[in-house]
């Protein structure tokens, strides 16, 4: 691999401890994968920031690069933490894990880092553009950074993001390079994504309700993928007018790329009309079709629990978008839930919600905004039973990280769940 003189004085610790560990990393990464040189970024997204995950080894070596006196050279946020960093109490988060927590967002503040904490960084001031080379770490934003942003990110882990920050480079390799951006897969799509399921009602407001459907589709196709055995790009071709007559929402996007991420390790995906890319690629001969049959699969896959069974309900997974919010406030105006309901979203998004009044109207329900974290990441395993979600990347880790039963649902019946 060829280092510039820079980096090569960085390597050897002209300037300072965690600028040359961080070299290490990247270096040792870029051997790894293959890379001739390193790329420029333009802004890193730092995953790996609850205490929960981090534990004490994580914290100390934040601490011992935050101490190396490491500063972040490029725009650089930061994924959900295990709380609230305001309501934690409220959210039932003890005072020794919330200090912990707090030791690892002073670390990476004391680093130059902006401690957003939130999975949706395009949605709250890192939004990188077209064919800028950034290192982003959260499965989800890495998806939607390549294939709607069409900017260029591997999925990096915590400590490749933070080297990445401090050092405004990353091994060119994988989706930094042409050649691997090229789609491999033509995904047929014949399923209908406006129509409701089995588990849905029929009124017309499912319209809005989308998003958990495409979640299901992320599901389906990256469990064909993954039965394939090889990293794929796949070519999604959507159904045409009359079954979906308009593009993807962008709520509809970022719970696609949570799930296409989360179930089939997918980085980049190519729709005609979304992906920046998409129209100067052919369709690649191999074909999969993803049926209504195997749609209606993924959404009952995920229906494991009874509605009775349900005692957790949680809405922002990706975090919600201000739309999402605004449609929540008009489903729980003069409404009580009557179970426990975290709504997770980003610090600047519950910011204009209060501006707006929704979070009045949401918090006057009983429901509780849950910022800066998530349902997956906040130490909540073996406090409840079942979860109710419209987020199919929210079912697999409720099950996998903290052995809850799953409801699937729409956005508003999951609202109605917590109603009951
Ligand atoms: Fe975000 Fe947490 Fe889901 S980090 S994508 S809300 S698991």
């Given at each position: 691999m060829q280092l510039t003189s820079e980096e090569q004085d960085i390597l050897a610790g002209k300037h300072g401890r965690s600028y040359r560990k961080a070299m290490e990393i990247l270096a040792a990464l870029g051997t790894i994968y293959g890379?001739?040189?390193?790329?420029?970024?333009?802004?890193a997204q730092i995953a790996g920031v609850s205490y929960d995950n981090l534990g004490e080894a994580g914290l100390q070596f934040l601490s011992d690069m935050a101490d190396g006196g490491g500063q972040a050279?490029?725009?650089t946020t930061l994924n959900p933490a295990g709380m609230d960093v305001e309501n934690w109490p409220a959210l039932g988060i003890s005072p020794e894990f919330a200090e912990q927590q707090q030791r690892v967002l002073e670390a990476f503040a004391r680093m130059g880092?902006?401690?957003t904490c939130t999975c949706t960084p395009y949605l709250s001031g890192n939004l990188p553009r077209y064919a800028e080379h950034i290192a982003w770490a959260e499965s989800s934003a890495v998806c939607f950074a390549n294939s709607v942003i069409g900017a260029r990110t591997n999925r990096e882990g915590g400590p490749s993001a933070l080297a990445a920050a401090l050092t405004g480079r990353t091994p060119d390799y994988g989706y930094h390079l042409d050649e691997n951006r090229r789609p491999t897969l033509t995904v047929e799509v014949q399923a209908h994504l406006k129509e409701t399921l089995s588990t849905t009602s029929s009124s017309p407001e499912n319209d809005q309700n989308t998003s958990m459907l495409f979640g299901a589709l992320g599901k389906a196709i990256g469990e064909k993928i993954e039965t394939g055995g090889k990293q794929s790009v796949p070519y999604i071709m959507l159904p045409g007018p009359g079954a979906l007559d308009q593009l993807p929402a962008l709520e509809d996007l970022k719970s696609l790329c949570a799930s296409i991420a989360t179930y089939g390790g997918v980085a980049l995906f190519h729709i005609p009309g979304v992906t920046p890319e998409a129209a100067s690629f052919s369709l690649p001969a191999e074909r999969i079709t993803i049926t209504q049959a195997d749609l209606d699969a993924a959404v009952q896959s995920m229906n494991d629990a009874s509605p009775e069974e349900v005692d957790f309900v949680s809405l922002g997974c990706p975090h919600l978008?201000?739309?999402?919010?605004?449609?929540?406030?008009?489903?729980?105006?003069?409404?009580?839930?009557?179970?426990?309901?975290?709504?997770t979203t980003a610090r600047p998004t519950k910011h204009l919600a209060d501006r707006m009044g929704y979070t009045r109207l949401i918090e006057a329900s009983g429901a509780k905004f849950a910022v800066d974290t998530c349902c997956v990441v906040a130490p909540i395993k073996s406090r409840f039973h079942a979860l109710a979600t419209d987020s199919a990347k929210a079912c697999y880790y409720a099950y996998a990280k903290?052995?809850?039963k799953t409801l699937f649902l729409p956005f508003d019946q999951v609202v109605r769940q917590a109603m009951k």
């Open positions: 890379a001739e040189r390193m790329v420029p970024i333009s802004s050279r490029v725009l880092i902006l401690t978008s201000i739309k999402e919010i605004a449609r929540l406030a008009r489903l729980l105006e003069g409404q009580t839930v009557t179970k426990e309901f975290w709504i903290n052995k809850f």
